[in-house]
């Protein structure tokens, strides 16, 4: 089992970034694709961003590309949430979660490990 701890969350004007960081113990995630979800407050959480083992490939919800880049380091067992241009819809909590494989993916069920999320706040 891998245990994720996101950090980086926070307060921010709109048209401000933020970074989100998830790091891994435990059983790495080394050969599995990792993605990024959110929820914000009385909605379903939503797929965000997903990247693959190599870093080769990835994938965006179209409400954020082009503003949020998904990156990660496997020496260090983190993955990465780069979120510029910020508005104030993409206030939620941010989690990361594993896939079951080395793959990218947008469904939620492709994924079977979570962390506890880290609070963004985009104040407008």
């Known amino acids: 089992q891998v245990q994720l701890v996101e950090s980086g969350g926070g307060l921010v004007q709109a048209g401000g970034s933020l970074r989100l960081s998830c790091a891994a113990s435990?059983?790495?995630?080394?050969?599995?694709?990792m993605g990024w979800f959110r929820q914000a407050p009385g909605k379903e959480r939503e797929f965000v961003a997903t990247?693959?083992?190599?870093?080769?490939?990835?994938d965006y919800a179209d409400s954020v590309k082009g503003r949020f880049t998904i990156s990660r380091d496997n020496a260090k067992n983190t993955v990465y949430l780069q979120m510029n241009s910020l508005k104030p819809e993409d206030t939620a909590v941010y989690y990361c979660?594993?896939?079951?494989?080395?793959?990218?993916?947008?469904?939620?069920?492709?994924?079977?490990?979570w962390g506890q999320g880290t609070q963004v706040t985009v104040s407008s």
């Open positions: 990247i693959a083992w190599s870093g080769s490939s990835s």
């Open positions: 435990g059983r790495t995630f080394s050969r599995y694709g």
């Open positions: 979660a594993r896939a079951m494989g080395d793959y990218i993916a947008r469904r939620q069920v492709a994924y079977d490990s």
